[in-house]
């Protein structure tokens, strides 16, 4: 697997999907709710979202992947396995180990599934981590979209792959042409994207191929903004029509890892470690840059009319930045 990929991991933005009658909850960094926010970073640490003072820490030094909120639960990958806390206090409910590092899981009601560095794909019970069922394959896999009860996944061998929820039966499969940057990525209950090492980018609707592009953008971070695309990797942010792929802007952030946030059907806040852009949907103009000191961990996120994001100073201190939307306009 290419190194790259699993620092990506980290950054990759996340939401809740209704697919059909299930709700479906993808892993983010940061998460948050009403009164706290949990953040990954060698480890998996719980704030006040108010005063931003640090509430509980846990898996101290140990390679963990995003947390996956999910009711009175917390799941995390880890290079250690998949873990499951209470939310609130911390406490470790169970540990499902593989000898692998398990990636963290997507959530469909009370089950759990997910992807590792061994190829192999889970479903598991989220009260007790108990398998239900388990599939291999070659290389390694990121966990699944899950789209009106069925994932969609795929990984190293190059291979997009539709298995049914329940049972892990494969339903069909698909060759790309090379290793998947990250994993696919819901736009809606139908529409699904994600690129490849091999410089492809894929659009695709209930599983079929809407369009094909060569893009020398390796995609991590996906928005579909009024009829664009808009998709970022390394400091690179693009924009493509959905209906056709035809390529629309292209805009270059100082510094790496670049992810989306959409203000408004016009604005669209890109960040990278060193820096924050907003910028026009429509023309990939900027309208304001602020350059940060220290580093962004993890990615932006909104809640009302607030946006919220984590940064590392200078001096290794981590905070919890809370800014009204309004500051970005």
Do not use: C
């Not at 060569?214 to 998709?231: R, T």
């Not at 990615?299 to 946006?307: F, M």
């Amino acid at each position: 697997m290419k190194q790259q990929a699993l620092i990506l991991v980290f950054l990759l933005f996340s939401y809740s999907l209704i697919a059909g009658e299930k709700k479906v909850i993808y892993p983010s960094n940061p998460v948050i709710s009403d009164k706290s926010a949990w953040l990954s970073a060698q480890g998996l640490t719980k704030f006040d979202r108010q005063s931003g003072q640090v509430e509980w820490r846990v898996l101290n030094g140990k390679n963990t992947f995003e947390p996956v909120l999910s009711r009175e639960r917390l799941y995390l990958g880890s290079s250690d396995g998949l873990f499951a806390f209470d939310r609130n206090e911390g406490k470790l409910l169970w540990h499902f180990q593989a000898g692998e590092t398990i990636f963290s899981p997507t959530v469909v009601d009370n089950i759990l599934v997910t992807g590792s560095t061994s190829g192999k794909i889970w479903a598991l019970n989220n009260l007790n981590g108990k398998v239900i069922w388990e599939k291999s394959f070659s290389g390694w896999n990121y966990q699944p979209v899950v789209q009106g009860g069925i994932l969609i996944t795929g990984g190293q061998e190059g291979v997009l792959r539709a298995l049914d929820l329940k049972t892990g039966k494969i339903l069909w499969q698909k060759p790309v042409g090379g290793e998947f940057v990250y994993r696919p990525i819901a736009l809606s209950e139908n529409l699904l994207a994600f690129t490849t090492f091999t410089g492809n980018l894929f659009l695709l609707r209930s599983g079929e191929i809407v369009w094909r592009k060569k893009d020398s953008v390796p995609g991590i971070s996906f928005q579909a903004v009024e009829n664009n695309l808009i998709y970022s990797g390394f400091n690179q942010v693009q924009s493509r029509q959905l209906s056709d792929g035809k390529q629309l802007w292209s805009y270059s952030l100082r510094g790496k890892q670049i992810s989306l946030l959409p203000l408004s059907k016009n604005t669209l806040l890109a960040n990278s470690d060193e820096q924050l852009v907003l910028l026009q949907v429509a023309t990939g103009e900027p309208l304001w840059k602020r350059n940060i000191e220290g580093e962004i961990l993890g990615i932006p996120l909104r809640r009302e009319n607030k946006v919220f994001y984590f940064q590392r100073e200078r001096n290794g201190k981590i905070r919890l930045v809370t800014s009204n939307i309004s500051a970005f306009n």
